[in-house]
């Protein structure tokens, strides 16, 4: 049994991630909140096509999806920090509990586009850590044989955000093979992939919720926020 918005996945074969599954309990029974990103603006661009692929196969497994749009980006601190384009990027960050990274391979390496998404949103914005703790998928496109350079790379970058990211992963060799002309995904073993890192990334997404807090609690950062506390104490005292 198929459905029309993913023809390619096998209902009966379709296992819905729950915390009951999971063996946790929530207070939380929001949607899983993903945010996608893409590594190139061509008018027919894999990644992006890849990345809309995915969110239909998220939304099927329960999540709430948004796609950020790189068109219109400017380069990292070419313009002010309250540009609406770095402003919509940074908000969706904060809101994602996880995230899907989905980049071209290009001189063997990511995209400058993608990377200049990243590049915009910094470790810490005041108080609020807008990417440690979440979860991340990485998934790359290849116009050629299969590589796994930029999916290695986005989870060393994935690792310097401080997010999660999970064990599984996609690479789409000779990517222009595998979409028909509507843009969708033609099924196949690559196609069966992405189902399986977006069933995964969802379920660790519902696994750190209402966790992710504590495993990033951090001494070292324990250790500074209390010697600041005696300071203050200490000049209110003088």
């Known amino acids: 049994m198929y459905d029309d918005q993913v023809p390619n996945l096998d209902a009966e074969l379709f296992d819905l991630p729950t915390p009951d599954k999971l063996g946790i309990e929530l207070t939380a029974t929001h949607k899983p909140r993903i945010l996608l990103l893409y590594g190139s603006t061509r008018e027919r661009s894999y990644s992006r096509l890849l990345t809309e692929e995915a969110a239909r196969l998220l939304q099927r497994f329960g999540a709430e999806t948004r796609i950020f749009d790189p068109r219109g980006l400017p380069l990292p601190d070419d313009v002010p920090d309250s540009h609406p384009k770095v402003r919509e990027l940074r908000e969706l960050m904060q809101w994602s509990e996880g995230q899907v990274w989905c980049s071209p391979e290009r001189h063997g390496s990511m995209t400058a586009v993608f990377k200049a998404q990243i590049d915009w949103v910094p470790l810490a914005m005041g108080a609020i850590r807008p990417t440690q703790g979440k979860t991340l998928a990485v998934m790359q ?36 093979l595998e979409f028909d002309e509507a843009g969708r995904m033609k099924p196949s073993p690559f196609y069966d992939r992405v189902v399986d890192v977006m069933e995964e990334l969802v379920k660790f997404t519902l696994l750190l919720r209402e966790r992710s ?8 950062e324990r250790k500074e926020s209390a010697e600041k506390l005696s300071a203050r104490v200490s000049q209110r005292a003088i």
């Open 141 to 176: 496109v290849c116009g050629g044989s299969q590589s796994f350079n930029v999916v290695n790379q986005l989870r060393v970058l994935g690792r310097w955000m401080r997010m999660f990211t999970i064990p599984n992963q996609s690479s789409v060799p000779k990517a222009w």
């Open 213 to 220: 807090d504590y495993l990033v609690d951090r001494y070292s």
